[in-house]
């Protein structure tokens, strides 16, 4: 393809002329892959567009954007959109009468939530494709994983739609898998309790000699910080924990029956796609409930296989995190076919604070387990509330190597002020909460470089989200590195192990990263934007009086915010201990529901919910 981009037309859908509307367009993600319309309308002038905030005005400024027009509303619609799917598709399977019917409809709700991002890509696409021919561009990175990362779901989808031209571009550059955020080893002996370490070494001997605790075995099938505090003490009872056997991926899938989604998913599709392309998109997206469905067979079948080869250990529970949802819920039938429970562990903070995320009950754990320990009452209630449910949800409490070890440690003369960026982009595969185009998120992230940070009186050290969306990767990390008293955090470093080198933390948006940075002691500015993952009313109620809570909303939020980031750090943090009471009152709800030692609380949880099951 043509490196020139001169010939491209920079126009955004939303600003351009009547004159120009016949004109063709090519949407592209990938700039080195595709950065001229030559390619694919050789004859006639054509317009370049894109999601990628590196391709418009904050990145390169090679063309406009393919959501100009998208509205929060619009994100709104197609979110809740996939919420009324798995709904009614839940619904349907369930009441069918199969003997796993209540995880099989589980398995294709949750698969219908993720949905989302190619059902808005689509939305954006077939506005265009109403007025003017229009290509998409997929690129073929010559890797599975690498596709499916920068591609997604909406490279099949989009091409059902009416107007709308699939072409596919070979890719021009290596991309190397981002790794994810660690910790040196050294690090981990030093921030992680001596219990990690013993329950790394008991379940390692354990899976080498097969050692069979008086209890029975409980086997692990995917661990995280509370799964490992709590099973830890659970070795201590008696039990042996040990590694479940690996399903195994060439078995047979169990066939399953094929259900007439199709008319049940056009109609639901009525108020955001017009008729046309509603009928066309349908019998795609039916057709990947029934993928869905029988992935779900398929694995059920594998696990159950797995935990008959695992019997002579006198298995009791299987204990695992957060897995794939399809998966998730054939774990938990596969459990149920062979007589034992299957048992969650909470594996962060969102859905109890995060307004849009507490909607997604297809995704939460207890859509298919037996018991969730959950860190907070907050999780719990939001689980045992939940319609999708299938077990039932403790507050536990946070575990020791989250709890006390977040910002371990003692400030450095580095920045006093660290702003720990959310602004995550959706690209092809996350799911909506964030109410905003992916520009516009890059728009928030610059203004706060712009208009706040860099013009404060103190050092800022600014640190992105270790992910990567796009293939043009994030134009506001260069922003960051060009502006005045900002340091860019260049490494790919977990925040739990970096946030004792601040004295003050600024982020936005209800995540998991919030909790990371109150649990850390250090002061706590944060910003609550409406439209990308605000928080739940009561938690913000309550986040008023514990934090210093801005509203992005707010006409003089960027001049309120300035002024008190301004001001000497001792006099921010002698306010941010006179907020302690409300900050443990915030804490105890919303974050670590303190009953004690978790993983202590959570193995009485688990012995509880053994007996239940063999009663």
């Known amino acids: 393809m043509s490196a020139n981009v001169q010939d491209i037309a920079m126009i955004d859908p939303a600003d351009a002329p009547s004159a120009v509307s016949a004109r063709p367009v090519v949407v592209c993600d990938d700039m080195a892959a595709c950065d001229s319309t030559a390619a694919f309308y050789p004859d006639v002038p054509a317009d370049l567009m894109s999601f990628s905030p590196a391709a418009g005005p904050l990145g390169r400024a090679l063309c406009g954007m393919a959501d100009a027009t998208a ?33 099989r409809a589980a398995a294709c709700a949750a698969a219908a939530v993720q949905f989302q991002p190619a059902l808005y890509v689509a939305l954006c696409l077939a506005r265009i494709a109403a007025d003017r021919p229009t290509t998409f561009v997929v690129v073929d990175h010559g890797d599975a994983m690498l596709n499916h990362r920068f591609n997604g779901l909406a490279a099949e989808l989009v091409k059902r739609l009416p107007g709308v031209t699939v072409a596919t ?33 008991e379940k390692t001997l354990s899976d080498r000699f097969g050692f069979r605790g008086r209890k029975g075995t409980l086997l692990i099938h995917r661990e995280n910080e509370l799964l490992k505090e709590s099973a830890y003490y659970l070795a201590r009872r008696g039990y042996a924990v040990r590694s479940m056997p690996p399903a195994n991926k060439n078995g047979d899938a169990t066939a399953t029956p094929r259900r007439d989604l199709a008319g049940l ?82 594996h962060g903070v969102t859905p109890e604070i995060c307004e849009p995320v507490s909607r997604l009950l297809p995704n939460i754990e207890s859509a298919a387990s037996d018991l969730v320990c959950c860190f907070n009452q907050a999780a719990a209630d939001l ?37 720990v960026s959310t602004g995550l982009y959706r690209g092809r595969n996350a799911l909506l909460h964030l109410a905003e185009p992916d520009h516009k998120i890059a728009e928030f992230e610059a203004r706060m470089i712009d208009r706040v940070l860099s013009r404060l009186p103190h050092k800022v050290m600014y640190k992105p989200y270790p992910s990567v969306r796009y293939a043009d990767g994030d134009p506001i990390i260069e922003r960051a590195r060009q502006s005045a008293g900002l340091t860019v955090y260049e490494k790919r470093g977990d925040f739990r192990f970096l946030a004792a080198q601040s004295r003050v933390i600024v982020t936005a948006r209800a995540a998991s990263t919030l909790s990371w940075c109150i649990m850390s002691g250090r002061p706590v500015v944060f910003i609550d934007i409406p439209t990308q993952s605000p928080l739940l009313p009561e938690a913000r109620r309550a986040a008023e009086k514990a934090l210093f809570l801005f509203d992005a909303s707010a006409a003089d939020f960027e001049q309120e915010l300035h002024s008190f980031l301004s001001k000497p750090i001792e006099d921010i943090e002698r306010m941010w201990r006179a907020r302690a009471e409300d900050r443990s009152d915030f804490i105890e709800r919303f974050l670590d529901t303190n009953r004690g030692v978790a993983g202590r609380v959570a193995a009485d949880a688990v012995e509880q919910s053994i007996a239940e099951y063999a009663a």
């Open 71 to 103: 509205t929060s509303e619009d994100l709104a619609g197609v979110f809740q959109l996939s919420l009324d799917l798995a709904e009614a598709i839940h619904h349907e399977i369930a009441a069918g009468g199969d003997p796993d019917a209540q995880d």
């Open 169 to 201: 571009a070979p890719s021009a550059r290596k991309i190397v898998q981002p790794a994810p955020p660690s910790a040196r080893v050294l690090d981990r002996v030093f921030f992680n309790p001596w219990q990690s370490h013993a329950y790394r070494l």
């Open 265 to 346: 998913i056009e109609a639901r599709l009525g108020p955001l796609f017009s008729g046309d392309a509603a009928k066309a998109i349908a019998p795609f997206l039916a057709a990947k409930i029934q993928a869905a469905e029988q992935d779900y067979a398929g694995a059920r079948a594998r696990f159950a296989a797995a935990l008959r080869g695992a019997a002579s250990g006198n298995p009791r529970a299987v204990l695992s995190s957060l897995i794939m949802p399809v998966h998730g819920a054939a774990l938990h039938a596969a459990c149920a076919s062979e007589g034992m429970p299957l048992i969650m562990f909470q």
């Open 383 to 419: 689980s045992n509330r939940s319609s999708y449910r299938v077990g039932h949800s403790v507050s536990v409490g946070m575990p020791r190597e989250l709890r006390d070890s977040v910002g371990k440690g003692t400030h450095t003369d580095g920045p006093p002020i660290w702003y």
